[in-house]
């Protein structure tokens, strides 16, 4: 009888226990639940970029852009894959060719939804490029792969184009069904604006001089200097840049060609400046922002959401509409160059917000800016279009022989 009670005791013990326990984590969660409201973006987004990262290599994805040597591009992809994009929920979205059952080797348990598509992505990916090397031949205002409705985008000012670039397409062996058109007006450029507003760098000492963004601090590979990074046309090689009435330098490497429009800007004596490796900051509202990481290629997914930062229009919030897209540039009335392997995103882009980084933003446990790209163009200021495209930080870092400075290499 002692016994019995004794473990009768016990168990009552043991659930009592239990049950206070229970009430404590479900008091924390509330709490929790009451202090911050995590998305269900937020809360599916990183285990998402995780997976996307492993369906890319199960599909011997080692080359996710086109430059000088891109002869093998088109065997980058199996064509089994079509492509992938995030939905409003943060989950990952895959296209498939073909009504398969996949799996992930790795533990990661969420959800990934699967569509099966007419074109792989290495076929959209063709069709880009040609579109790309006669991109001015065929008047094309701009050029990108929409991942997520499996057509390239081909962006022109006059609808009467439409029927002479489809025919093109045709007779060099592509189907008129993966192609879909969008009128836009206005042209497009490279935003350079002379305006007083906010912390902004000067190209010359006078306050008429052309403005642009700061991009990020970074570190000259070849001898360690550190110095920052915008677009080379916002900071031309020969020119002197300012912040306010404080003199930078002049820039050391220039590149605008290819995959690039970048500058970078050695400190003439980097132990005069405080430059902040995990911050960045709104013009418009005197606000800054922490946990500045480098995200690179591996960020890059159509769909992810992404803040812009810019002297003109501040933080901007938007998503990547494509992640290759081809923009036919006009910087002035006389130099018109075309930029390719950037991304498109839906942020809102001004005369200068040149040079601003690009973000894929999640907030989650870890609530991070990862850098992705420099702004360098969107609409022309007569466009009533809302979009913005940059350079990928990855092949700014490539072809400039320079590395970006975030929390991640303090």
């Not at 060719?97 to 348990?109: F, G, Q």
């Not at 205002?141 to 093109?168: A, F, P, Y």
Request: aromatic share 10%; with cysteine.
């Amino acid at each position: 009888m002692i016994k019995k009670t004794i473990v009768s005791t016990t168990l009552i013990s043991l659930i009592l226990l239990i049950a206070i326990l229970f009430c404590s984590f479900a008091f924390v969660l509330t709490a929790k639940a009451d202090c911050e409201t995590i998305s269900a973006y937020d809360l599916h987004a990183e285990t998402s970029y995780k997976q996307n990262q492993e369906i890319l290599q199960m599909f011997n994805n080692d080359i996710q852009t086109f430059s000088s040597n891109d002869e093998n591009v088109a065997e980058g992809y199996s064509d089994i894959y079509a492509g992938s994009y995030l939905d409003s929920e943060g989950l990952l979205n895959v296209c498939l060719t073909i009504d398969i059952p996949m799996t992930l080797s790795s533990t990661e348990k969420q959800e990934i939804i699967y569509h099966v598509k007419e074109y792989s992505y290495t076929y959209l990916y063709s069709v880009y490029k040609s579109l790309t090397e006669n991109i001015s031949n065929l008047h094309i205002q701009g050029v990108g792969i929409d991942q997520k409705d499996n057509v390239v985008v081909i962006e022109i000012e006059n609808e009467s184009l439409e029927m002479d670039i489809t025919n093109w397409i045709q007779e060099i062996g592509y189907d008129k069904e993966s192609l879909r058109f969008s009128i836009v007006n206005g042209g497009n450029s490279a935003h350079i604006y002379n305006i007083t507003a906010g912390e902004k760098i000067r190209k010359g000492f006078w306050a008429w001089g052309s403005t642009g963004t700061v991009g990020g601090p970074a570190r000259r590979n070849s001898d360690g200097k550190i110095g920052i990074m915008t677009n080379d046309h916002v900071a031309p090689s020969g020119s002197t840049i300012y912040i306010g009435n404080k003199k930078i330098n002049k820039p050391a490497i220039n590149l605008r060609s290819g995959e690039c429009d970048g500058a970078f800007i050695p400190f003439q004596d980097a132990s005069g400046w405080n430059y902040h490796q995990g911050t960045v900051k709104d013009v418009k509202t005197d606000s800054n922002h922490s946990l500045v990481r480098y995200g690179g290629n591996s960020r890059i997914i159509q769909g992810a959401k992404t803040k812009k930062f810019g002297i003109k229009s501040g933080m901007t919030d938007g998503e990547i509409t494509y992640t290759n897209f081809t923009l036919n540039t006009k910087y002035s009335d006389s130099d018109t160059r075309i930029p390719i392997s950037c991304i498109k995103y839906s942020n809102s882009s001004l005369p200068g917000d040149s040079g601003g980084p690009v973000f894929v933003y999640y907030s989650g446990a870890r609530g991070s800016y990862y850098l992705v790209a420099l702004n360098f163009g969107g609409p022309g200021e007569d466009s009533s279009e809302v979009f913005g495209c940059g350079c990928r930080t990855d092949s700014l870092q490539r072809d400039m022989g320079i590395t970006f400075l975030t929390l991640d290499n303090l």
